[in-house]
């Protein structure tokens, strides 16, 4: 990955709707080497996907909930049924496992308290957790999708 790779990549996680024409332009190519170097990133799964940013105040899921949760039970047996669990509650954008005090931490989007308490619900219907606990942000400050590039390697 040169310098040229992490201008392309800059302007895909920015607007992956822009055309190979306007990506080649901003990023000093023509058409044909720039499209060859996107199928490469591509190739190489360092572009997984392109995707839509839907707004999710006009979607009715305004509200995020960062839930960190504390297990007794450390078995991969426990684990994989957690994670099925929460793959299934489309309310969970992401899923960590943790090292620390907490061991699972959650973002969840609900269009309000009564929408958390319901997925809420239907995860400790489907898996036995030890310690929940629930902080709804009060306020976004940074958000973005994306990544820093100066980390990335020279090379495939």
């Not at 929940?132 to 495939?156: C, D, G, H, Q, W």
Request: glycine residues 4%; charged residues 25%.
């Amino acid at each position: 990955m040169d310098a040229i790779d992490r201008k392309i990549l800059d302007q895909l996680q920015r607007d992956a709707t822009l055309s190979i024409a306007e990506i080649a332009e901003r990023v000093g190519l023509s058409s044909t080497p720039c499209w060859r170097r996107i199928q490469k990133l591509e190739d190489t799964g360092v572009i997984r996907s392109r995707v839509a940013l839907l707004d999710a105040e006009k979607l009715q899921v305004g509200v995020t909930v960062f839930v960190a949760v504390k297990t007794e039970d450390h078995s991969l047996e426990w684990l994989e049924a957690f994670a099925k669990a929460a793959a299934e509650l489309p309310e969970v954008m992401e899923f960590y496992r943790m090292s620390g005090d907490v061991d699972y931490l959650l973002r969840i989007v609900v269009p309000d308290i009564a929408g958390y308490d319901a997925v809420y619900k239907r995860l400790i219907n489907k898996v036995r957790l030890a310690n929940v606990t629930s902080s709804f942000a009060m306020e976004r400050i940074k958000y973005t999708t994306a990544l820093p590039l100066n980390y990335a390697a020279p090379a495939f």
